[in-house]
Nanobody, 115 residues
Framework: QVQFVESGGGLVQPGESLRLSCAASGLAFRAFTWGWYRQTPGKQRELVATITNAGVTNYPASVKGRFTISRDIGKNTVYLQMNDLKPEDTAVYSC?????????WGQGTQVTVSS
């Protein structure tokens, strides 16, 4: 049974940092490209970071230089280090395969950036 468990979100002020974690189970973790996605009400889900099975990372311009994705293959876990957070980063963050996510999502973790 495939399962994604995201954690690490919270309420922070602009300029602060958070580290998100996503524990994946029920699939061959090391074989896939993984991504962190975010979604706000009324908007399409946005892919904000990817890491390939070779460890190559990629980011859109909106988060490049502020977000860093990494993974621990032994723990089947993907991380997202988010620095210099901005109010526009407020969203529910989820992990999944990338760029074509499975038709299954975990509960996500809420990140709120507000002064």
């Amino acid at each position: 049974q495939v399962q994604f468990v995201e954690s690490g979100g919270g309420l922070v002020q602009p300029g602060e940092s958070l580290r998100l974690s996503c524990a994946a189970s029920g699939l061959a973790f090391r074989a896939f490209t993984w991504g962190w996605y975010r979604q706000t009400p009324g908007k399409q889900r946005e892919l904000v970071a990817t890491i390939t099975n070779a460890g190559v990372t990629n980011y859109p311009a909106s988060v490049k230089g502020r977000f860093t994705i990494s993974r621990d293959i032994g723990k089947n876990t993907v991380y997202l280090q988010m620095n210099d957070l901005k109010p526009e980063d407020t969203a529910v963050y989820s992990c999944n395969q990338a760029p074509n996510p499975l038709n299954f999502w975990g509960q996500g973790t809420q990140v709120t950036v507000s002064s």
